[in-house]
T-cell receptor, first 111, second 114 residues
Framework: GQQVMQIPQYQHVQEGEDFTTYCNSSTTLSNIQWYKQRPGGHPVFLIQLVKSGEVKKQKRLTFQFGEAKKNSSLHITATQTTDVGTYFCAGNTGTASKLTFGTGTRLQVTL | NAGVMQNPRHLVRRRGQEARLRCSPMKGHSHVYWYRQLPEEGLKFMVYLQKENIIDESGMPKERFSAEFPKEGPSILRIQQVVRGDSAAYFC????????????FGPGTRLTVL
C-alpha cells in the first residue's frame, strides 16, 4: 500500500534558526496537504499543493511539491516558539483514495 | 460557524466494556473520517463515511470496531470489548466533499482502557 515517510522524525532548534521537513511518498500523489498538530491538540490544516513543482508561501512557511509529485517539503524561516508542534504531510493518489498521513516531524524550539 | 465537535473529550473504560465516540461534522459537511493516533505516532486512517453510507473502511480492524453516520445525528465510532491496545486518541475530521478536500479535525477523544 501507499506509504508516506517524513524526515527527520524529530528536530530541536534554537529560536531564529531555520527548519525543514521532507515528505516522501512511495507512489505518485494527486495532491499533498500539510497539517500542524500542537502538543495535546488536533491536526490543523495549513495548505494544499496540487501542481507539479508548485511552491506556496505563508509568511515564514514555504511549501514545495516535487516535480514528480512524489515528494514535498516544508521550510520554516527563523523559527519561533509558536512553531512548536508536529508537522504532518498527507496525500492521496486520486479522487477516490483515502488521505494517507506521513509519519510526522516533531519540532521543538527553544530560546 | 462551529467546528467539528467530538465527545466525550476523555473516556475511560475497563477491559471488556464498550466505548462509543461521537462526532458532529462542521455545518454543511457530509463527509466524515475517523483516525486513530497512538502516543508519539502519526494518524492512521480508519474509516470514511457519508450520510448513511460507509465509503471506505479499509483501516478498520475486522473485529470489535464499527462506525456509522446516520441520516440524523452524529457519526458514531463504536469499540466493543475494549482492550488495553485500544488506548489512543481518536480524531474525527469532516470535509464538504470527498477525499481531495481539506479535512477539518475535531479536538479528539482520548480513550484510556484500564
Amino acid at each position: 500500500g501507499q506509504q508516506v515517510m517524513q524526515i527527520p522524525q524529530y528536530q530541536h532548534v534554537q529560536e531564529g534558526e531555520d527548519f525543514t521537513t521532507y515528505c516522501n511518498s512511495s507512489t505518485t500523489l494527486s495532491n499533498i496537504q500539510w497539517y500542524k498538530q500542537r502538543p495535546g491538540g488536533h491536526p490543523v490544516f495549513l495548505i494544499q499543493l496540487v501542481k507539479s513543482g508548485e511552491v506556496k508561501k505563508q509568511k515564514r512557511l514555504t511549501f514545495q511539491f516535487g516535480e514528480a509529485k512524489k515528494n514535498s517539503s516544508l521550510h520554516i524561516t527563523a523559527t519561533q516558539t509558536t512553531d512548536v508542534g508536529t508537522y504532518f504531510c498527507a496525500g492521496n493518489t486520486g479522487t477516490a483514495s483515502k488521505l494517507t498521513f506521513g509519519t510526522g516531524t516533531r519540532l521543538q524550539v527553544t530560546l | 460557524n462551529a467546528g467539528v465537535m467530538q465527545n466525550p473529550r476523555h473516556l475511560v473504560r475497563r477491559r471488556g466494556q464498550e466505548a462509543r465516540l461521537r462526532c458532529s461534522p462542521m455545518k454543511g459537511h457530509s463527509h466524515v473520517y475517523w483516525y486513530r493516533q497512538l502516543p508519539e505516532e502519526g494518524l492512521k486512517f480508519m474509516v470514511y463515511l457519508q450520510k448513511e453510507n460507509i465509503i471506505d473502511e479499509s483501516g478498520m480492524p475486522k473485529e470489535r470496531f464499527s462506525a456509522e453516520f446516520p441520516k440524523e445525528g452524529p457519526s458514531i465510532l463504536r469499540i466493543q470489548q475494549v482492550v488495553r491496545g485500544d488506548s489512543a486518541a481518536y480524531f474525527c475530521a469532516s470535509s464538504p466533499q470527498g477525499y481531495r478536500d481539506t479535512q477539518y479535525f475535531g479536538p479528539g477523544t482520548r480513550l484510556t482502557v484500564l
